[in-house]
C-alpha cells in the first residue's frame, strides 16, 4: 500500500502496524479433546486449519490439494460465508475435513488456533490478514500466500513460510515440511510467539501516536494560543495530521488541501509550514465562490419551481 501510495506522488511516513490480543491468542489455549473433535478421534495425525470469512476470493478450493497431496492429514475449516455450505456437505471423517458452518467466538476461538499444526491462509488478495498475527500468537506457524498485506507479517522461513501466487505445489510443499518436521515447526512457534509479543493493541496506538509527533516535530509549527490543543492541525506537505479526523491525504494546490479539511468541519486551525503563518482567505476563495454559487443555482431553480406552480 505504501508503494502504492508513493507511486501516486505521496509522501508516506510509516505504516500503522498490524496488532493482536496476545492474552486471548496464546499457546495455553491448547486442548486436546478440541483436537481429537477437529481429527475424528485420530490427534495424532497432522491437522491444517483455515480460520476466517468462507468465500470465493479466498481460494478455498486450493485446500482441495492438500488433502490429495497428504492423505494422512485433516483440514478444519472454522468460519461463514456464501461457500461454508458447500464445506459442510463434505463434513466428515471420510472426506477428513472439519467443517459445521459456525463461527467461533472467545475461548472456543482461542482454542480452535492453538491446536493445528499449521495455518493456511491461501488467499491471493488480503489487504491485512490479521488471522496471521492470531495464529502466531497461539503458536502455530502460518503458510500464506506472498502477496497483499500478508509478506508484512510473514516473514519467509522465520515465523512460516510463503508461496507465490498461483502456486499451489509451493503451497503444499510449504504445508508438508511445517506438518511432517516437529523441529521445524517449533522453530517457526517460537519465532511466531517473539514477534508477536510486542504486537499488542497498546503497542500499535503508541506507534501511531510516535509518528504524529515525529511528522509535527519535523514538518510542523507549535503557536502556542493559535494552534494549541485539542484541535490542532498541521501542514506536513502532502498530508494533513489531525487528531479529529486522522491522516488526510490531499495532494495538489494549497486550496484543494484546506477545501479538504474546511469540508471536514472540524479544524480549528490550520499551519502553513513553508509560509510560517496560517492559510488566509486567498487560498479559501475558489472553495467560497463554488459554495456560494451552488446556493444560488439552488435558490434559482426552487423559484422558477414556485413560480410555475402557484
Known sequence: MMNILRDIGMRCEDIWPPAVDIQQFSPSYYDHDLRSKFTFGNPDKPLVIYIGRVAPEKNMDALNRILERFPDAYLAIIGKGPDAPKWARLHGKEN??????????????????????????????????????????????????????????????????LFEPGDLDGMCEAVGRIIYDRELRERFKQAGLEYTSNKSWRHASEYVVALYEKCIRRHGKLVPGVNAPPEPVYDVGPIFVDPMIGVAPRPGSEGARI????????????????????????????????????????????????????
Open 96 to 161: 477428513r475435513i472439519f467443517c459445521t458452518n459456525a463461527h467461533y467466538h472467545g475461548e472456543t476461538l482461542s482454542k480452535a488456533f492453538a491446536v493445528a499444526d499449521v495455518f493456511v491462509l491461501p488467499s491471493e488478495f488480503e489487504t491485512l490478514g490479521n488471522v496471521v498475527l492470531e495464529s502466531m500468537a497461539s503458536g502455530v506457524p502460518v503458510v500464506g500466500c506472498n502477496a497483499g498485506g500478508i509478506p508484512h507479517m510473514l516473514s519467509n522461513e522465520k515465523t512460516g513460510l
Open 259 to 310: 477545501d479538504a479539511l474546511a469540508s471536514a468541519g472540524t479544524a480549528s486551525t490550520v499551519v502553513d509550514t513553508r509560509s510560517g503563518g496560517p492559510f488566509g482567505m486567498r487560498s479559501m476563495l475558489p472553495w467560497l465562490l463554488s459554495v456560494m454559487f451552488g446556493v444560488l443555482v439552488f435558490v434559482f431553480v426552487r423559484f422558477n419551481q414556485a413560480s410555475n406552480n402557484p
